[in-house]
């Protein structure tokens, strides 16, 4: 199964395209929607996107796990976890979108 990755500079180019501003100012206006939304999560707030889903960040305690190879116990720190839960419209859009080698069982 072969994996494709979008980039920013996919993103940049398809800003240009779509909007029609130069590269250079689709390239910013990226980069500020990008710092925006990373600057809201590292505060802890939300983020909302309409017909796309929404980000925030999560608290997590801390634990016990264990490691698989001795069984031996290992605390988990306390930490922070981004959590993104996709909108209905996405979640529809993803479902209804082509089947994949994978799914087709090839």
């Known amino acids: 199964m072969s994996e494709k990755t979008i980039t920013r500079a996919q993103l940049s180019e398809a800003i240009y395209q779509e909007v029609g501003l130069s590269r250079n100012e689709s390239a910013d206006l990226l980069e500020a929607v990008l710092n925006e939304l990373s600057g809201a999560l590292a505060r802890g707030e939300s983020v909302k996107i309409s017909s796309f ?13 264990r490691n698989p190879k001795t069984g031996e116990e290992v605390p988990i720190l306390p930490r922070r976890v981004l959590v993104f839960r996709p909108s209905q419209l996405l979640k529809k859009k993803i479902n209804e979108g082509p089947v994949s080698s994978a799914k087709a069982g090839l």
């Open 53 to 65: 889903g929404s980000f925030s960040v999560r608290a997590k305690g801390q634990r016990v796990g």
